[in-house]
């Protein structure tokens, strides 16, 4: 399946409490569990006034559905086309 980035706009983000960010895991996890296995979370990272989350999706609308249904922001979703890492420089060494 694919994966995908998403950016949710969220004013203060950085600033919230654990006990927001533990709600909101809890309500998104909810989403995902009604979803079913066509959608999966992977890991989020929060700056001053956003959250990149990388999901795991069937589609871009399934990920659509799920901000729909948790009440969350999708202000951006990309498709992830390939993924580059520090061994991805060994890789091009090796080659040549």
Known sequence: MPKFIIER???GAGGMSDETFQQISQKSCSVL???GPA???VESYV???????VYIAAD???IREHAEKGGFPA?????????IDPTTEELQAAAG
Not at 47 to 53: F, P, Q
Not at 75 to 83: A, E, L, P
Request: glycine share 4%; proline share 4%.
């Open 9 to 11: 706009e969220i004013p």
């Open 33 to 35: 569990r009604e979803l």
């Open 39 to 41: 959608i999966q979370w």
């Open 47 to 53: 700056t001053d006034d956003k959250l990149y989350c």
């Open 60 to 62: 871009e609308g399934m």
């Open 75 to 83: 202000n951006r979703i990309s498709k992830i086309v390939r993924m």
